[in-house]
């Protein structure tokens, strides 16, 4: 049975051509849904993670900061062999003629530093600093010039020469300011005056401490002396790998979960189940060709174990060869994502990462995929009687068993999988919700057989005035349902997995969106001593600013959050002006940042205390808000200074009024970050103020868009891979079914039916069944999509329904010309194929 096994690959290679195209493209899917988890991991440590790449644990204090004696007791840690402090603090200096707020770090020692110098060196001396290279090229700064750092609200300076210039830094947190790197003691007078500044004491601290570990030390051990060391020192602790810090931080910015790693898993779950249902349709046709085949050899005196070892023998080479194929094909389709991201200035970070696992997984999966599709069709074969195999097999209808128990499988699995669905959704539970989407599509599947030949009879319809290929293309549509069902679901699985990652992705760049006008609801802030509509005029004119409104104080905070200003704004102003849609300014209450407690709050206006309903909005960014409306009917200001204790919006130093302002979004997308620090420069000068009284969100809502951009682009990657698999499954159905149906084309031929004829039948076939199975994936895909998207995210932001019309209407287009496209290789050779050539075939 083995030589007849091989004779098969000889024989029939076409077809083994078509499966092993079908499971290398699958194995290609899983594979790369693997190393797109891997890579993505990879990349955000080289992003998040780039400030510690270098160190061996990371120590973050519970609260405050790290002191002179915390370090030195970290540095003397067995296994230690090298510590650093890292200190940060806000400067201000003038080059180019513009005033510049940037973000000073000190130097980390040789072992522990992660800045590249691309020009002269870093910093050795006291006064020597270094800046990153793109705040060198826009304000004109060389190595050797001078530089004068002054503290924020300070009258502390430093005079500096510029001794380097940086590589840009990748990490987000990092490059929404201009990044500059000096000496400990330059950072630390920094730091200082601006806590002088702000009436605080003591010393400036360490807001973390990196450590560097001797060769061979044990880090779990380190890690446990490290907190023992710094807690004797007098300070709370964590103390994590590089590796744990990157995944904290991930959870950080994903609502305190890793919700990373759970949606790539689920990917990688789609892909499993997607591989293997292409995979069985494609071998399920193959095998179901050569039951007669298969039965003749039975009927010759082979046994049933024979036949069906000589089957799997088949299925085991072809899923070796293919899944080693699909990996390789993996690895090169990564690998040209991630240079072509590499490109990108934005995404420069990007790393490719190929796990063990993406090709264990990918070589398993594959093989015993094919295995296992092999294995259904070829037990079927050999379960019945040689001479009753001989027959022709019934179609899977209402009216005989197999379609009863398919109907009966496929309602038990819809009725169990859509309330797990809705149940996962509605409750936001990613498994629960995969399970029931899984479930349920594998019950639209098996009822496939009984609605689908009906909805392609329907439209069939619509090729009546083709004249009789039209017409006989929907009788063929409709004599055949197991045939037209198997060539649909492969194209069905194909469109509802791509409408899937479209309608997902789109609702989540929409749920994303809402999320970060939530958190950061305000672009850009103006703070100082007693603003007036004169210098909001003035920033109004600004290039690239839409429009600024000017906020009074109308009063302060009493009890909890003593001294801080509340500020008033015009209800219908906050609607032009707030990226947050839902927050609407109410009479009688007032809007507090995250952290404030909710009910009745007393507030403190010249006209005596008020007492006013307190909403608590999810972000920190922003200060108490009143409308004026309510300020007026309360007794506050609305209008005019505040008192001059009160506190800017971030509770340091005086200030009387706030203007704030949202920019304009660029065409097509949003501002770079180099754009919208090129605006805060103009709004400082245009307002008379120093760069450092123009803060706010854009540039971290720019940075953290980045970071989403790279996972969708993740979601592209796989979407191509999808495209890919619904293409060949269509090709594959189309070819084998051509091929089974030889001798009943030659026989139209010989009946009278043209080769443009007999050509326009299996197009206008093709385009019939593409075209129906492209509509009900789309519709499947859209619905699975909302829900998947509302189950991974669903704690992070409301997530509401983003069906892209237009690119569903590609995916149709592309379906029915795909189809068509899959007919024309079949329908040529079924043309070419001499009618008495055609009926003798076996």
Known sequence: MLRVAFSQFQSHSRRFIAVGLAVMLSVAFLSTTLMVGASTRASLGASLGEAYSKAGLIATPDTGTFNDAALAAARAVPGVTEAYGRMQAYAEFTAGGQEVLAQARNLAPMALETATVTDGALPERADGVAVDGATAARYGLRVGDSLTLKAPDAATTVAMTVTGILRGSND???????????????????????????????????????????????????????????????????????????????????????????????????????????????????????????????????????????????????????????????????????????????????????????????????????????????????????????????????????????????????????????????????????????????????????????????????????????????????????????????????????????????TARQAFDDALAGTYPVDMVITGDALTAAERDAVTRVDGVATAALLPAAGTLAGEGMGRPVYALDAAEAGRLLRDTALTLEPGRIYLPEGSTAGPVEVTGPAGPASLEAVVLRTRNIPALVSTDTARQSGLTGGGVAPTDSARTDGTGPAASAVWLRLADAPGGSLSADRIKDIQSAVAAAAGVSAGAVSGAAIERVTFNEVIDVLLLVVTGLLGVAVLIALIGVANTLSLSVLERTRENSLLRALGLTKGQLRGMLALEAALVAGVAALIGAALGSIYGWLGARSALGSLAEVTPSVPWLQLLGVLGVAVVAGLLASVIPARRAARLSPVEGLATA
Do not use: H
């Not at 400036?204 to 030390?217: D, N, R, T, V």
């Not at 005989?400 to 999988?417: E, K, Q, S």
């Open 172 to 506: 987000p947190f990092a490059s929404a300011l201009p990044q500059i790197l000096a000496g400990t003691p330059a950072v630390s007078a920094l730091a200082a005056g601006a806590r002088d500044a702000q009436g605080g004491t003591g010393a400036a601290g360490y807001g973390s401490i990196q450590l560097a570990l001797a060769l061979g030390s044990d880090a779990a051990a380190t890690s446990k002396n490290v907190a023992a060391a710094l807690t004797g020192a007098g300070a709370g602790v964590q103390v994590k790998t590089a590796d744990e810090q990157v995944t904290a931080q991930v959870a950080m910015m994903t609502g305190g979960q890793d919700e990373l790693t759970i949606i790539l898993l689920a990917f990688a779950g789609v892909a499993l189940i997607v591989s293997g249902l292409v995979v069985t349709n494609t071998f399920a046709v193959l095998v179901a060709q050569r039951t007669r085949e298969l039965a003749l050899l039975r009927c010759l005196g082979a046994g049933r174990n024979q036949v069906r070892n000589s089957v799997l023998a088949e299925a085991l080479v072809v899923g070796l060869v293919s899944s080693a194929a699909g990996v390789l094909a993996a690895v090169a389709l990564m690998a040209a994502l991630i240079g072509w991201a590499g490109t990108q200035p934005d995404m420069a970070f990007a790393t490719m990462a190929v796990p063990p696992s993406s090709v264990i997984a990918g070589l398993a999966a594959g093989t015993l995929l094919t295995l296992g599709a092999a294995l259904v069709p070829a037990k079927a074969a050999t379960a019945v009687a040689p001479l009753a195999a001989l027959r022709p097999v019934d179609d899977a209808e209402i009216g005989n068993r197999r379609g009863r128990v398919r109907l009966v499988l496929g309602l038990a699995a819809l009725a169990l999988g859509v309330p797990l669905l809705a149940l996962g959704a509605a409750g936001v539970m990613l498994v629960v919700a995969f399970a029931g989407g899984v479930l349920s599509f594998v019950g639209v599947l098996l009822c496939a057989t009984l609605f689908v030949p009906r909805l392609v009879g329907l439209a069939g319809r619509l090729a009546s005035p083709a004249g009789v290929p039209g017409k006989l293309a929907a009788l063929n549509a409709v004599r055949n349902p197991a045939r037209t069902s198997v060539t649909a679901a492969a194209l069905l699985i194909g469109v509802t997995l791509v409408s899937l990652m479209m309608t997902g992705a789109a």
